[in-house]
């Protein structure tokens, strides 16, 4: 599990970024689903997770969101 909240992210976003991780690219409602969450705090993660930078929107119908690998946003927050 990797642990978001010591750069400013919440703990909802971090739950969210690491079921992105585990499932894919994934709709709101799939990662809500898999959080055990609401959907609307799901959206509300996901979309605090695309401003910063940690996960993409994919295009589509319904939109689904991509997390960028870890690597990439221990990078981005260097």
């Known amino acids: 599990m990797v642990d978001l909240s010591p ?3 919440t703990p909802t976003e971090t739950a969210v ?4 991780l585990a499932l894919g ?4 409602y799939a990662v809500a689903k ?3 969450i609401a959907r609307a ?10 401003a910063k930078g940690a996960a993409h929107r994919v ?3 319904p939109p689904r969101f991509r ?3 870890p690597d990439g946003v221990f990078a981005m927050i260097a």
């Open 25 to 28: 690219p994934s709709t709101g």
């Open 17 to 20: 970024y690491n079921r992105l």
């Open 59 to 61: 295009d589509g119908s």
């Open 7 to 9: 750069f400013g992210f």
């Open 67 to 69: 997390a960028v690998t």
């Open 34 to 36: 898999s959080a055990v």
């Open 41 to 50: 705090n799901a959206y509300q993660a996901l979309e605090g997770l695309v």
